[in-house]
């Protein structure tokens, strides 16, 4: 499969709802790719909390409307944050050649009370959620034993925001695209659950990216899809082994390299799931870029910036390009493609040509990994 259109709306606090912010990533991606809507074979929507946020589900039935392509099987696929990768999975395994997938979230005309309880939905209710774990806690739990174990620090997440904020100032569509961002304002935002602020995590966000697949490469633009693989762990973190790492992720990972037959040295740039400052750590080690708990020495050396030897997050991850559910794993795509096509502007990665997304679903229950290569 290849990816021959890429669409995306700007990401942040937008007056635009549901319907106007699919419509626009969709058309978007259609008119990138060349094809028209009549020439689909099918549509795959992802999309989280429509139905709390927005009042709208059936947004398969809502696209081909839009689009005015009725007839043609369409899905919506919902597997939380990880709902844009597991969507263009399912597209990728699919019997179709010629496939729009569109990621959308309406989150912010909800207050953050709702939001808190419906983006907890998509964690553990029986044993986790008893307990007090929304995701800002279960997250920080992540990072306190992250700390313990392997001596990571409060300065090593602040500069993986620092680095995401920096990279979102060349991203025009980035929630934070004009927000400057000093390591001292990350230090000294309020606390959200210790040890992670407020810098620490990703921000509640609307929009909407899109990706045009097809079987047959039209062009030279058109992108391969060298592997797309997806992995499953318990959705309870009592039930894991290790909180310092995502089995799903490592299954997930092991799979896509023996797909793209490539070893993780062997990526340049990559799109990583950075709901929370400590997981782009966690990313790292268990996509195997490095051993467990070096993660942070790469961070101290800049390994990880755009001019760096691997540069994760171009565009500023879901920390600072902003993370819609729904949207964010099919925008990790487009970002890649864009990347690998050598059309990423100022944030271009220099000779990038094998790229890698990880996108997680809850803490760490179900994680989608794609690895395209030009
Ligand atoms: N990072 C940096 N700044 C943020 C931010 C974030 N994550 N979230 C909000 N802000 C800024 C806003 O831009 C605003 O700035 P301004 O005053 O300059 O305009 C200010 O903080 C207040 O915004 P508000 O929307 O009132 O924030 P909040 O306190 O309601 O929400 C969080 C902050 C951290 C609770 C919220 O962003 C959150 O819940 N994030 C996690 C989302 C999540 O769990 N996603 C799923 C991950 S798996």
Redesign the pocket.
């Known amino acids: 499969m290849y990816i021959s259109g890429v669409g995306k709306t700007k990401f942040g606090v937008l007056q635009e709802g549901l319907h106007e912010l699919a419509y626009a990533a969709a058309v978007h991606a259609l008119r990138d790719a060349g094809i028209s809507p009549k020439e689909l074979d099918a549509v795959y929507t992802s999309n989280f909390i429509g139905g709390p946020d927005a009042k709208q589900l059936h947004l398969n039935s809502v696209l081909v409307s839009l689009l005015q392509c009725e007839g043609i099987p369409a899905f919506r696929n919902e597997t939380a944050?990880a709902s844009g990768g597991t969507a263009v999975f399912q597209a990728v395994h699919s019997q179709y050649s010629n496939i729009l997938v569109v990621g959308v979230e309406k989150m912010t005309s909800a207050s953050?009370k709702e939001?808190?309880m419906t983006?907890g939905f998509a964690g553990d209710r029986l044993l986790d959620q008893e307990e007090g774990l929304i995701?800002?806690a279960s997250y920080a739990l992540i990072a306190q034993q992250h700390m313990l174990k392997y001596g990571t620090t409060l300065e090593d997440l602040a500069l993986v925001s620092l680095k995401n904020h920096e990279n979102a100032l060349l991203n025009p569509t980035a929630h934070f695209a004009h927000k400057k961002v000093t390591l001292e304002d990350i230090k000294n935002s309020e606390v959200?659950s210790s040890p992670l602020r407020?810098?620490d995590?990703?921000?509640?966000s609307d929009g909407a990216a899109a990706i045009v697949l097809t079987k047959k490469r039209n062009g030279d633009r058109d992108i391969q899809v060298a592997a797309s693989s997806v992995a499953t762990d318990s959705i309870s973190l009592v039930q894991r082994k290790s909180l310092t790492s995502f089995e799903a992720t490592k299954k997930a990972a092991k799979e896509a390299y023996i797909q793209a037959k490539i070893k993780p040295q062997q990526l340049d740039v990559l799109e990583v799931h950075d709901?929370f400052t400590i997981a782009e750590l966690v990313a790292m080690e268990d996509l195997g870029l490095c051993k467990p708990g070096e993660s942070k020495e790469w961070v101290r050396a800049g390994k990880t910036k755009i001019e760096g030897e691997l540069p994760i997050n171009p565009d500023g991850g879901l920390k600072a390009d902003g993370?819609p559910?729904g949207a964010t794993g099919v925008a990790q795509l487009a970002e890649l493609t864009m990347q690998l096509r050598g059309e990423a502007g100022k944030r271009q990665v220099k000779g990038a040509e094998v790229g890698l997304a990880q996108n997680v679903g809850g803490v760490g229950g179900t994680a989608a990994i794609h690895i395209l290569r030009k």
């Open positions: 944050c953050g939001n808190g983006i995701f800002p959200v407020l810098f995590c990703s921000p509640i709901c993370h559910i």
